[in-house]
Structure formats: C-alpha cells, structure tokens
C-alpha cells in the first residue's frame, strides 16, 4: 500500500519560513510528479506546487509563486516544500499527493495522499 507521510509543519509568526517534507513508502522515482495541496478550515483543498519527478519542471499556484519552492533532491526519497516569507493566509493542512491524471492543481486528479501536516502563522 502506498503511503506518504508529511512532516515539518508547526506555528511560526508571519514572516517566518517551514520546510515541510514528504516521505514516501515507494522509491520517489515510482511516480511522476508529486503535489503539494493545503486546505484551510471551511475552505476548500487547494493546489500549492508540483514537481515532475522525470524532468523537475515545477508548478506554483499565484498566492505562493516567489515565496514557496518545491524540491526533490535526486538523493533523497522526499520531495520538500520550503516556505518563506509566510503570511497568516498561509494557515492550513498541508498535504502531498502523488501522480496527477489531469490538472496538477485538482486535487481530484491525484491517486495517493498523505495524512496532512498542520501550519499555523500567526500575526
């Protein structure tokens, strides 16, 4: 069975940075891209970034461009996501998820998913 498992969320003041990681079961190399999604209480889950695993070509939603990046190093079984310059918005579950069917910002176009890291930023 495939498992993600995300870790390095926690509370940080606005302005602060969090490296979440991702950890999967299988060799990261077994899939295509990985995605980083977060949903906000009474919101609904939305796409943060993603990675082609093949190639690196990467993906970011406009509310994070410039401030989050999204990295696999060829050596690690893990796929990060650095955040900086966090903003109170930023509060979530942040989840990963696994080889995307269509839009790698639809969250219903992803197959496997970890349990969710919580992030709070406070102000």
């Known amino acids: 069975q495939v498992q993600f498992v995300e870790s390095g969320g926690g509370l940080v003041q606005s302005g602060g940075s969090l490296r979440l990681s991702c950890a999967a079961s299988?060799?990261?190399?077994?899939?295509?891209?990985i995605g980083w999604f977060r949903q906000a209480p009474g919101k609904e889950r939305e796409g943060v970034s993603c990675i082609s695993v093949s190639d690196g070509s990467t993906y970011y939603s406009d509310s994070v461009k410039g401030r989050f990046t999204i990295i696999r190093p060829n050596a690690e079984n893990a796929v990060y996501l650095q955040m900086n310059s966090l903003k109170p918005e930023d509060t979530a579950v942040y989840y990963c998820?696994?080889?995307?069917?269509?839009?790698?910002?639809?969250?219903?176009?992803?197959?496997?998913w970890g349990q969710g890291t919580q992030v709070t930023v406070s102000s």
């Open positions: 299988e060799l990261m190399t077994d899939y295509y891209a």
């Open positions: 998820a696994a080889d995307p069917e269509g839009s790698w910002s639809d969250p219903s176009s992803y197959k496997y």
